[in-house]
């Protein structure tokens, strides 16, 4: 059951001697819901002051994070927030800050062409929640960052969706979310996809396995319920360990220039099922896996161009289930 305790007891036996066993406690994790205790307050497109009241909103997104405090519940108001937003405080256990957009999405921050819509490195429980994110590099930034949640977001005209690879970080959950990728089926007629994997497309170069919805790593990652489509790669594999304890499933992923899904350097316990790939180069890469597990199980593919799971560079400890 999600949310809840348990006891567990942990036995070790050793032909040599030496046997022991112990009892632990360990808990399983809830989806994230919004907190209903949390102090609220209001934030309006601007350029700095207000005292966050709903009839005296806090003018800009910097402006309110320069206020923010664990458990704070920010109603982000429809417009538009143009240029990168760095979010610089931090929440806590049971009191994330939490960015609230309307149910419409129309509270839109637009990186104005920079590399990132939003920085939030280094931060810990901060939820950003029906937030729309265009014209970037990186629609969202969270390295070393921990408890981020990214839910019912819409990410567009960006080359990254949700980018966060360098460790340590624990616990960050994709959910919900709109990835609309720009990467064209075919140009000329011609499938952009390996081997031909650089193209030229409105006057720019770009190589396809560069362009990814979702790039992570961690530990208790979890990418679930998500749409992306027109990338390079849905999901794609950062080699950056440790890598464990990875959820991936309930997506829906379709016209990708390279995988679908990459559990690639995943080490322990990285779980991908119930996915939906279509149209993609490849379906599900494990290329390759540190020791596994790695439960690959109870997805559907359809129309690969090359094959529906890539197992090469020695992968160990993959487990294909049911597909």
């Known amino acids: 059951e999600e949310g809840t305790a348990y006891e ?15 009892t632990v406690t360990a808990a399983t994790r809830a989806e994230p819901v919004l907190p ?57 256990a049971g009191k994330p800050i939490v960015w609230l957009g309307p ?74 979310n709109v990835f609309d990728g720009w990467v064209p089926w075919t140009i000329d007629d011609k499938r952009v996809c390996y081997p031909d994997t650089i193209f030229r497309f409105a006057g720019k170069r770009y190589d396809v396995t560069d362009i990814l919805a979702v790039n992570v790593s961690g530990e208790g990652t979890v990418v679930a319920f998500n749409r992306m489509k027109a990338w390079g790669d849905g999901i794609h594999g950062s080699g950056n360990q440790p890598k464990c304890a990875n959820d991936f499933y309930n997506n829906e992923i379709s016209e990708c220039g390279d995988d679908g899904i990459e559990c690639d350097a995943g080490a322990q316990n990285i779980r991908c099922f119930s996915n939906r790939i279509t149209n993609c180069f490849q379906g599900v890469s494990a290329q390759p896996v540190y020791g596994g597990p790695c439960y690959i199980f109870r997805n559907v593919l359809y129309n690969m161009n090359h094959c529906p799971f890539k197992l090469e560079n020695n992968p160990h400890g993959v487990l294909l289930i049911n597909n």
């Open 103 to 176: 149910k419409d999405g129309s509270a839109v921050i637009d990186g104005d062409g920079a590399q990132r819509g939003i920085d939030a490195m280094g931060l810990s429980h901060v939820w950003f929640w029906r937030l729309s994110v265009q014209n970037a590099e990186y629609a969202v930034v969270a390295h070393k960052s921990s408890y981020i949640v990214m839910r019912y977001c819409r990410v567009s005209d960006t080359d990254f969706g949700f980018t966060a690879t360098d460790n340590p970080m624990k616990g960050n959950v994709v959910m919900d």
């Open 8 to 22: 567990m007891k942990l036995t070790l036996k050793d032909p040599d001697g030496g046997d022991a066993e112990k």
């Open 36 to 92: 209903k205790d949390g102090r609220v307050r209001y934030v309006a497109p601007g350029d700095g002051g207000g005292t966050g009241a709903v009839n005296d909103p806090f003018k800009g997104l910097t402006a309110a994070d320069a206020a923010a405090q664990p458990g704070d519940v920010f109603n982000v108001a429809p417009g538009t927030y143009k240029g990168t937003w760095t979010v610089t405080k931090s929440g806590a």
